[in-house]
C-alpha cells in the first residue's frame, strides 16, 4: 500500500479555487444530508451505466437492467427528502436518465471494443509524502491501424456540450492518464502494455423531454471523442497537484477566505461559511472503520 497524503483532482482544484470548500469537503468530511437533484441525476447515470458496462452485454434485457437500476436509485433520492430546483422537476429529470440510457445502449451497441475497467480507482505517488487518486468510470479499448488504442473515460451530465477546447485540457482528464500510465494500472490492466493512450468525456446533456418547440432537441447522448495528453500537459497537472498540496498544508490555510481565483458560487456550504454555524442540512461522512 502507498503511504502519503492522498489528493484527487477535486481537493487540488478547490485549494486554489475556495480554500474554505476543500477545509469543509477534505478536513471536516461535510456533505449535504440530501443531494441536490442534479448531483443524484449524475449518481444515478454512473450506476446504471456500470451495470450495462460491468456485464459488457448490450443486449435489451441488460438495457432494461439499467434502467430499473437508475429509476430505484432516483426514486430512493426522491424519498429521502429530495426536491425539484432549477429548470428541470425531478420527472422531467426521471424521463432524462431514461432516454439517455437508451441512446448510450444504442451507441454501445455498434462498437467493437473491449471493457478494461469499470469504476476504477487508482494511485500513484507523485513524490514522498504524496499520492494521487482518482476514480476512472470506464476504460476501453479497440484496435485501429494495428495499433492497441486504450481509452479513458468521465462519465458527465452537464447542461450543455463541453467546447473541444476545454476537453483537450481539462486537468481531471490529464490526472486519469497520469493514472493509467502508473506500476498500479499496468499491474491491472496487462493490455496497457504498448498501448496508446487517450481521454475523454461521455457526455449526458441534460435538456428538457417532450418540449414542443421546433427547434428543441431534447435530451443527447455525446459519445468520447478521445484526445492524447503532450509531455508538457503531464508536467503541468504535476506541478499543479505539488503546489496543491502544499497550499493545503499551509498554516491557516483553513482561515483563507471565500477563494483566491474564483468568486464564491454559493455552494452547499455557504450558511456555515457566512454564519460560522452548522445547518441541520449537512451532515459529516462516517470514516471507515
Known amino acids: 500500500m502507498k503511504q502519503g497524503h492522498r489528493i484527487s483532482w477535486s481537493e487540488a482544484s478547490s485549494a486554489f479555487t475556495c480554500p474554505k470548500k476543500a477545509e469543509y469537503s477534505y478536513d471536516a468530511g461535510l456533505r449535504p444530508v440530501v443531494a441536490a437533484p442534479a448531483l443524484e441525476y449524475g449518481t444515478a447515470i454512473h450506476e446504471a451505466l456500470a451495470h450495462m458496462l460491468i456485464e459488457d452485454s448490450w443486449s435489451d434485457d441488460c438495457l432494461a437492467e439499467a434502467k430499473h437500476a437508475f429509476t430505484a436509485i432516483f426514486r430512493e433520492a426522491r424519498e429521502k427528502g429530495m426536491e425539484a430546483s432549477g429548470r428541470y422537476s425531478l420527472e422531467d429529470l426521471e424521463k432524462m436518465g431514461l432516454i439517455h440510457l437508451e441512446q448510450f445502449h444504442a451507441w454501445a451497441k455498434g462498437l467493437q471494443v473491449r471493457t478494461l475497467g469499470v469504476e476504477l480507482y487508482l494511485t500513484r505517488r507523485i513524490e514522498k509524502g504524496l499520492v494521487y487518486s482518482g476514480q476512472i468510470d470506464w ?43 502508473g506500476d498500479e494500472a499496468k499491474e491491472r490492466i496487462p493490455e496497457l502494455e504498448g498501448a496508446t493512450l487517450m481521454v475523454g468525456y461521455n457526455q449526458f446533456i441534460k435538456r428538457k423531454p417532450g418540449s414542443t ?36 498544508r499551509m498554516p491557516g490555510f483553513r482561515f483563507a477566505g471565500h477563494g483566491f481565483a474564483a468568486h464564491c458560487d454559493m455552494c452547499d456550504f455557504r450558511e456555515l461559511c457566512i454564519t460560522g454555524e452548522m445547518p441541520d442540512t449537512l451532515v459529516a461522512k462516517q470514516k471507515a472503520a
Not at 476501453?140 to 476545454?166: E, L, M, N
Not at 495528453?229 to 493545503?248: G, H
Open 139 to 181: 476504460v476501453y479499448s479497440y484496435r485501429q491501424w494495428g495499433r492497441r488504442i486504450v481509452v479513458i473515460v468521465d462519465h458527465k451530465t452537464p447542461a450543455r456540450a463541453y467546447s473541444d477546447a476545454f476537453i483537450a485540457n481539462d486537468g481531471q482528464l490529464t490526472g486519469y492518464q497520469f493514472l493509467m500510465e
Open 213 to 248: 418547440r421546433a427547434n428543441a432537441k431534447g435530451p443527447e447522448h455525446v459519445p468520447p471523442s478521445p484526445v492524447s495528453r503532450s509531455v508538457e500537459q503531464m508536467e503541468e497537472f504535476i506541478t499543479f497537484v505539488k503546489a496543491a498540496n502544499q497550499l493545503r
